[in-house]
């Protein structure tokens, strides 16, 4: 009888559960919508709902030993407690993980997202036998996961790894956060769709402008097809990208940086200009040995990653 | 009898030597010139003279256990080389520390200064009793040195802590390490200097027209008399470092940052701007945990931190 743990990724959207094994095979998956706008218990109902099918479909082929989940919180990890949650804020101080525990008769442990996504990749992925990597993560937002010495940098507070709000334009477009010219501004999936907006003007023959409610696979998709205004944001978007790495690189001196996220999608339109900044601005010893690679897990990062710690490891 | 290590740091200027106790008291010191411009052989005479000096002041009093130095390299300290010495060059690849253990028959081993600096202070400093915290020294350039969950990251390069380098302006002044806008460019004694000679045409009035050939130290004095160029000069330098820790506090969620070096001495005309910049940039639970303190340990963190690896201590 096989080892098993239950892993899931509660994001803003999706829910995604599965049964995987200590080699990280997911041996069934189950998915959902995560209910948004409501309050936490639907949440927990809808968890305990697609955990139970991933427990019925394993049936008794498996012992299993736990169950990780990766949210889109911090999580003040001695505590296992929700401490901020941005993205689905029912969820600000809500037990979840005793709730969990309660209905599914599992011990449950919460991770960040991003953490979850870099230990992921660090066990079965593109940082695979690398001591420290620092896994980025351009989507909607920009996500960080950072691991050091074989140990995810977690912080007192659970809020290290916000390489999102690197501030890389001192009086640049305002942030969320509060600050203004965060990284996030410039190399995220909304920044992309924000800076073509801004770039329109500019750029009177570019086709973007035939295209209504464009997002950033269009702008991708115009840029590969060489219509300057697309080729210009991702030129952007990867020199404040490169800009942040460079810091990093310099501070952290770590061997990888995994980048991943729907923005990786158009890699070969920003990750040259990501190097230029890198042999540019970061010394060249820690810079040649930062090796800049994509995720190699995609979406199932953060899955991977929690059922690392369910399996009781540290990353 | 005492067990007894000898530690020293070595500069660009001084080289000081002290025997230390396992209590981190200096028991004896002896200081010097470093000689400059010449060659290796000619620091390590001078290192031993003065290594000779205090192992003679301690007679039998105590074991000496070995030999901790601290110097203005980058140091693979798996193979305790000197990588890249770009204060004394003529360190470049030499091997001080097996020249030294040739000499004094003591193990001697190496650490960069500005870990060295963090070491101290987390050992007997402003950061002790913290598992996380970051030393930054502002003096000719800007330095750092970072511990996590208790041990010092050095990366696989031994280049890690490089916060002087972290961008905080993209088209900012140029800088020596090849990239721009550093924030050694404006949170340095010397870029406290040059910030000043750029705004001396703006200010006819400043007091700091009268004085020749003025070093940071001047403009401190002038700016605590408010003279208004001086304080402008120190409220840049305190804003670009505040963005620079914003990031590094998003980034690491460090319980306490260290700041000392010469710049530290104008503490009263910059920190509040330092402090501003954090409440704007960083998000507020890591914002609050991370004290800003000023270094106690003056320039003996580095010899401090030396002993305590000397002791076979990593923090």
Same mark, same amino acid.
């Given at each position: ?7 899931? +990724? ?20 189950? @998915? /959902?919508?995560?209910?948004?706008? !409501?309050?936490?218990?639907? =949440? ?16 008794? +082929? /498996?012992?299993? &030993? ?13 505590? #296992? ?11 600000? *101080?809500? +037990? ?24 992921? @990749?660090?066990?079965?992925?593109? !940082? ?12 909607? *937002? ?17 809020? $290290? /790894? ?21 990284? %996030? ?6 920044? =992309?769709? &924000? ?9 009177? +023959?570019?086709?973007? &402008?035939?295209?209504?409610?464009? #997002? ?51 890699? @070969? ?5 990501? &190097?230029? %900044? ?13 090796? =800049?690679?994509?995720? $190699?897990?995609? /979406? ?14 540290? $990353?």
């Amino acid at each position: 009888m096989d080892e098993l743990v239950l892993a899931g +990724d509660l994001g803003g959207t999706n829910l995604r559960i599965a049964a995987v094994d200590a080699d990280g095979r997911l041996l069934y998956r189950a @998915e /959902g919508e995560t209910p948004r706008h !409501s309050d936490a218990c639907k =949440i927990v109902d809808a968890v305990v709902c697609l955990a139970s099918e991933c427990l019925a479909a394993i049936g008794s +082929d /498996g012992e299993v &030993r736990g169950f990780g989940l990766a949210i889109p919180a911090i999580i003040q990890s001695d505590e #296992n407690r929700i401490f901020s949650s941005p993205n689905l804020p029912e969820l600000n *101080g809500f +037990d979840l993980s005793g709730e969990l525990t309660k209905k599914l008769g599992l011990s449950v442990t919460l991770e960040n997202d991003a953490t979850a996504a870099a230990i992921g @990749e660090h066990w079965l992925g593109a !940082s695979r036998g690398f001591d420290s990597s620092i896994c980025v993560t351009l989507g909607t *937002g920009v996500g960080g996961g950072i691991i050091l010495n074989g140990k995810p940098v977690r912080g007192p507070d659970g809020t $290290a /790894g916000e390489i999102g709000h690197i501030c890389v334009e001192p009086l640049g477009v305002a942030c969320g956060c509060g600050s203004n010219g965060c990284l %996030e501004q410039y190399s995220s999936a909304s920044a =992309i769709v &924000r800076m073509a907006g801004e770039l329109l003007k500019e750029f009177p +023959d570019s086709k973007l &402008r035939c295209i209504e409610n464009y #997002n950033a696979s269009n702008i991708f998709e115009c840029g590969i097809a060489d219509d300057l205004l697309c080729v210009e944001v991702f030129r952007r978007a990867g020199m404040y990208l490169g800009i942040a790495l460079s810091g990093l690189i310099n501070v952290l001196n770590p061997e990888v940086i995994v980048i991943g996220g729907g923005v990786a999608e158009g890699w @070969e339109l920003f990750i040259e200009h990501v &190097r230029a %900044e890198i042999r540019k601005r970061a010394f060249q010893q820690p810079a040649e040995r930062a090796r =800049i690679v994509r995720a $190699a897990l995609g /979406g199932d990062a953060g899955i991977i990653g929690a059922a690392r710690f369910a399996f009781g490891k540290t $990353a």
